[in-house]
């Protein structure tokens, strides 16, 4: 009923909902009909009629007994689904970190000159947050039973340590188990140790036990070790708006961001909306999954390297945010993260 009715719309009923979300973004006080005068070209009696339809079907709401409306969740629905819309899928220029060291650097400056633009809370999430996968492993035989093993993965990153081997193993039979190791591991994610563990050793079975064991903990360590992980900034930003934020939905921004397992669920999920969807994706308060952050809006979209999925970057704030500004340095941060990956690593 309710879906239907905003399909219905008349073209003065979605002018005089988007009006009022846009003044109520800007100035964060309720919208009247008078201050609809100013904008939309009708009788202060006529929008009267209009703002009361709009609360009948669910996308608008009053705070208190005085005739100002603000929007619901549908409401910033409608309002940013009429914005992705309505972009030309040219989004303001957004220039990648110069001077950057690694990669760690590079996403660390993403996030800082995200937050920087928009006011927000930015996160922007590495490969290995989801579970990077593995590219290989090279050993290098050192003095007695002792090996330099190295780690690769897909996205670039590596990691090496020395390892005492429990007994002794000829050179040929280290360049098999290596070999067979290498074959098997192609594109697995480090994620599940378990798994690694046990398949792996099901693949090396005719090879002393405690070599494998030895060798694969080694594997499953410094893939562990190469993690990026998860680089947000902007906590002072949103601190800030506390006018805009209550403290309920402040509460819990922060909780979810002091529990890695939340946020990387947070993160996982945006991850892969965006992949389906091929670009930004907007969660506006119960849409974000978490009951405690119903007072707030993530706006992500996912980057590639070599065109495969690699990360997300995403802001967080208040619903009550400039979301053409949040969409547009998304998908610009995206992109030009993609670029400069795809170019320097």
Same mark, same amino acid.
């Given at each position: 009923?309710?879906?239907?009715?905003?399909?219905?719309l008349?073209?003065?009923?979605?002018?005089?909902?988007?009006?009022?979300v846009?003044?109520?973004i800007?100035?964060?006080?309720?919208?009247?009909?008078?201050?609809?005068t100013?904008?939309?070209?009708?009788?202060?009696?006529?929008?009267?009629?209009?703002?009361s339809y709009?609360?009948?079907?669910g996308?608008l709401?009053?705070?208190?007994?005085?005739?100002?409306?603000?929007?619901?969740?549908?409401?910033?629905?409608?309002?940013?689904?009429?914005?992705?819309?309505?972009?030309?899928?040219?989004?303001?220029?957004?220039?990648?970190?110069?001077?950057?060291?690694?990669?760690?650097d590079?996403?660390?400056?993403?996030s800082?000159?995200?937050?920087?633009?928009?006011?927000? /809370?930015?996160?922007? &999430?590495g490969? *290995? !947050?989801?579970?990077?996968?593995? %590219?290989?492993v +090279?050993?290098?035989p #050192? =003095?007695?039973?002792?090996?330099?093993?190295?780690?690769? /993965?897909?996205s670039? &990153?590596?990691? *090496? !340590?020395?390892?005492?081997?429990? %007994?002794?193993? +000829?050179?040929?039979? #280290? =360049?098999?188990?290596?070999?067979?190791?290498?074959?098997? /591991?192609?594109?697995?994610?480090?994620g *599940?140790?378990?798994?690694?563990?046990? %398949?792996?050793?099901?693949a090396?079975?005719?090879?002393?036990?405690?070599?494998?064991?030895?060798?694969v903990?080694?594997?499953?360590?410094?893939?562990?070790?190469?993690?990026?992980?998860v680089?947000?900034?902007?906590?002072?930003?949103?601190?800030a708006?506390l006018?805009?934020?209550?403290?309920?939905?402040?509460?819990?921004?922060?909780?979810?961001?002091?529990r890695?397992?939340?946020?990387?669920?947070l993160?996982?999920?945006?991850?892969?909306?965006?992949?389906?969807?091929?670009?930004?994706?907007?969660?506006?308060?119960?849409?974000?999954?978490?009951?405690?952050?119903?007072?707030?809006?993530?706006?992500?979209?996912?980057?590639?390297h070599?065109e495969?999925?690699?990360?997300?970057?995403?802001?967080i704030?208040?619903?009550?945010?400039?979301?053409?500004?949040?969409?547009a340095?998304?998908?610009?941060?995206?992109?030009?993260?993609?670029n400069?990956?795809?170019?320097r690593?």
């Open positions: 009923m309710l879906k239907s009715a905003l399909m219905n008349s073209p003065r009923q979605r002018e005089v909902l988007l009006k009022t846009e003044l109520y800007s100035t964060g006080e309720p919208v009247g009909s008078h201050a609809l100013d904008v939309v070209d009708a009788s202060s009696s006529t929008l009267r009629s209009e703002l709009l609360e009948s079907v996308v709401t009053h705070p208190h007994t005085s005739s100002g409306r603000v929007p619901t969740d549908m409401g910033y629905r409608f309002y940013v689904d009429a914005l992705m819309e309505q972009r030309s899928g040219e989004a303001a220029a957004f220039e990648t970190p110069e001077g950057h060291g690694n990669v760690d590079l996403l660390r400056g993403v800082e000159g995200m937050s920087e633009v928009t006011r927000l /809370l930015a996160v922007v &999430a490969p *290995s !947050a989801f579970g990077d996968a593995l %590219a290989r +090279d050993c290098l #050192l =003095r007695g039973n002792t090996l330099l093993v190295v780690v690769s /993965l897909e670039g &990153a590596s990691s *090496s !340590a020395t390892v005492t081997l429990p %007994a002794t193993v +000829d050179a040929e039979e #280290l =360049r098999e188990i290596f070999a067979s190791l290498n074959s098997w /591991l192609g594109g697995r994610p480090v *599940s140790n378990l798994e690694l563990g046990l %398949a792996a050793r099901r090396l079975s005719e090879h002393n036990p405690l070599v494998v064991g030895a060798v903990e080694a594997v499953e360590v410094l893939g562990r070790a190469t993690e990026r992980g680089f947000i900034q902007g906590a002072s930003a949103l601190l708006r006018d805009d934020l209550d403290p309920g939905s402040l509460s819990a921004v922060i909780e979810v961001f002091e890695r397992r939340w946020l990387l669920a993160m996982s999920n945006a991850l892969q909306r965006s992949v389906s969807s091929a670009g930004v994706v907007v969660s506006i308060g119960a849409e974000n999954g978490f009951l405690n952050l119903n007072g707030t809006s993530l706006v992500a979209a996912a980057y590639s070599n495969r999925p690699y990360g997300v970057v995403s802001v704030g208040p619903k009550r945010m400039e979301y053409d500004v949040a969409i340095t998304v998908h610009s941060a995206a992109e030009a993260l993609t400069h990956l795809d170019a690593f």
